[in-house]
């Protein structure tokens, strides 16, 4: 039998979410249900900043009423404040009145794990993911404890990067435990869905699925989480932002003019909600040809270092357009434990000491922001 929102609906209506009985779905804080063809289901809990500690109970019990109907795959439920209890489902108040800011839930430090730091990009396309990856591996070959998020739920590509294949063994209490490859704790949406899946996920979907990745892993105890972002400004980096405390954020960008000024917004972005610049890389920055060895400028050169110093952020380097990157990355094997010692391999760990001495010499981690929505 598929699973309906109706069945959904009907389970939820058993969780209560206060001493007087009222259930969840009768207190006017559901958002929209969705349940995909896959029998996933994905819902979000509307809550008042005070109330994030005690609504986590009601969010598990959500979570384990709709497990328990026969034919669902799997439940992203989150607990989230971005707009007020009883709003309608476009996100306004019955009144229809737009309200002036909305509060965001007090956001809580994942246990064992010292610093998050989220690899962002204002566009696609401009070698965010591989960045995050090598420097990833960069931090842990200064022999610290590292993990690694793929959020970019749309475009995973960590399973493919790090040559892992598989799916993450459900612990106790419906915790999952991270894949492992080159010594770092991984976790990716690519593990638990088909690699040609389109993932056709609203916002409210997309922000319970980073939330789950994030909380009901068991991560243990890590010096740093690196987070792989999905490109650009949206739900996902404002999901970041409230749910958990970001050290900082590294922002990839290619030299070129149309991919800085995304660039510039990914920036903006950050500063906006008081998450620190960790720093700025430019990518596919020089392509020098494998048989005459001349230099190109394929994407201009020097953009993104022109505008770190323009925005007043650490510039973090300089990553070529090579094959042998490439090369290297497509066959699971990075090149920062494939050539350890090479010239691309040292980029990225120059880049991985200037991020740990930005992390180690400041506060281990900034209070949550409070994000206004104008």
């Known amino acids: 039998m598929a699973i309906t ?150 475009g995973p590509s960590m399973p493919k990067l790090l040559g892992i294949h598989g799916k993450p063994r459900l612990l106790e209490n419906r915790i999952l435990e991270p894949m492992e490859a080159y010594g770092i704790k991984v976790m990716s949406i690519g593990f638990l869905v088909e690699e040609e899946a389109a993932m056709i996920w609203r916002g409210p979907m997309v922000m319970s699925a980073i939330t789950q990745m994030l909380r009901e892993v068991a991560w243990g105890d890590l010096d740093v989480l690196v987070v792989d972002m999905p490109p650009g400004t949206g739900d996902a980096q404002l999901t970041m932002a409230q749910a958990t405390p970001l050290a900082g954020a590294v922002i990839v960008s290619t030299p070129q003019d149309l991919a800085l000024i995304d660039a510039r917004r990914g920036v903006s972005m950050f500063k906006r909600v008081e998450i620190p610049i960790l720093g700025i890389v430019e990518n596919m920055a020089t392509f020098v040809c494998p048989h005459c060895g001349q230099s190109s400028h394929i994407f201009g050169h020097g953009g993104a270092r022109d505008e770190a110093a323009r925005l007043g952020v650490p510039f973090l380097g300089e990553v070529p357009l090579n094959m042998t990157i490439r090369e290297l990355s497509d066959a699971g094997r990075p090149v920062v434990v494939a050539e350890p010692e090479g010239p691309h391999a040292r980029i990225y760990k120059d880049m991985a000491q200037q991020v740990w001495t930005a992390l180690s010499g400041g506060a281990a981690a900034r209070p949550a922001p409070r994000i206004v929505i104008e």
């Open 5 to 154: 929102r109706e069945h959904v609906l009907q389970a939820l209506s058993t969780v209560p979410v206060d001493a007087n009985g009222t259930n969840l779905v009768a207190s006017g804080r559901l958002s929209d249900v969705v349940v995909d063809d896959a029998g996933r289901v994905m819902f979000a809990i509307t809550i008042e900043p005070s109330e994030a500690a005690s609504m986590e109970r009601v969010r598990q019990a959500a979570v384990t009423a709709v497990q328990g109907l026969p034919a669902v795959k799997g439940v992203f439920a989150s607990l989230t404040a971005d707009r007020p209890a009883g709003a309608g489902p476009s996100g306004s108040p019955p009144g229809g009145a737009r309200p002036r800011s909305a509060a965001q839930p007090k956001n809580q430090r994942i246990p064992g794990v010292q610093h998050v730091i989220a690899v962002a990009s204002g566009k696609g396309g401009v070698g965010k993911s591989t960045t995050a990856c090598n420097l990833a591996l960069g931090l842990k070959a200064l022999g610290l404890k590292v993990g690694l998020l793929d959020a970019d739920i749309y």
